[in-house]
């Protein structure tokens, strides 16, 4: 199991030395998302998903709520997150608590497969299907959760050039629960699970330059509460990302979908 971590807000407290309450809105930015590109690859996806005041999007693989927050300030929508580790779901909803998202971000502990409500206006993944061996019953079950019409956006890493992967990663400390395929594969699976394509764009050159800045920044110690801080081997897993999208190992996929009708 690659995500093991635990008491996550007491860790975060620790790190700025001060309550989630008094943390400053551009410190949680380099904490609660987890995801390369950080809050500017959701900025990327916000117009995609179409997303209006009273709205409701799903994020699936919600992790510590980072997207969902800022999705939920940039339209003025209602977000609902599902993920399946405890802590995860834990820490969102403490995040969007002291954040006085409360009303507007609630996040459950949960399969897509297992998620009761359906109509949603868009749904979202974002650094999410590494994880999944199959995808096709994956997105097929958004699919079933979206209105007609509805908008999917996604954010995914993909497999590039053959070659060996490091581990740890981000999404697999041992490899085991890695399920990488083609951004070809991956854009075909979601139009075969009951969407149509709108845009694809890969991100991969943005990408190796967000990673560079983001060393940079560590280096120079200007972000000393970052999200490597709160993972079970955190630094190398996000070391070896960067080297694997560097290289061309893997590549990183922006796409958007609408509800096939």
């Known amino acids: 199991m690659t995500y093991t971590e635990t008491d996550i807000v007491t860790t975060v407290e620790q790190l700025t030395g001060a309550s989630l309450s008094a ?13 390369a590109g950080g809050s500017e690859a959701i900025e990327r996806l916000i117009p995609h998903l179409a997303l209006t005041a009273g709205a409701t999007a799903l994020d699936v693989g919600s992790g510590l709520g980072g997207p969902a927050r800022q999705i939920a300030r940039a339209t003025g929508c209602n977000v609902v997150g599902v993920d399946i580790t405890t802590a995860y779901v834990e820490a969102a909803q403490a ?3 002291a954040a006085g998202l409360a009303e507007r971000t609630r996040f459950f502990r949960s399969d897509i497969g297992a998620l009761g409500h359906t109509g949603f206006d868009a749904a979202y993944t974002v650094h999410v299907q590494m994880n999944i061996e199959d995808k096709k019953v994956f997105y097929s079950e958004i699919a079933r959760r979206l209105r007609p019409g509805a908008r999917l956006a996604i954010f995914e ?15 697999s400390l ?15 699976t979601v139009q075969s699970s009951g969407f149509t394509l709108l845009d694809w764009a890969d991100e991969s050159t943005w990408a190796r330059q967000w990673f ?13 509460a970052t999200l490597p801080a709160l993972l079970t081997d955190g630094p190398a897993r996000m070391l070896n990302f960067a080297v694997a999208t560097a290289t061309g190992a893997v590549t990183l996929h922006r796409g958007a979908f609408t509800v096939t009708a």
Do not use: K, N, Y
């Open 174 to 188: 041992d490899g085991t629960d890695s399920h990488l395929v083609t951004a070809d594969e991956l854009r075909d």
């Open 23 to 35: 943390l400053p809105r551009t410190q949680w930015e380099d904490i609660d998302q987890f995801h």
């Open 212 to 224: 560079d800045d983001l060393g940079r920044r560590l280096a120079a110690g200007t972000a000393p």
């Open 95 to 97: 995040l969007s608590d």
């Open 157 to 171: 890493v993909c497999r590039g050039a053959d070659g060996e992967l490091a581990l740890p990663l981000p999404w």
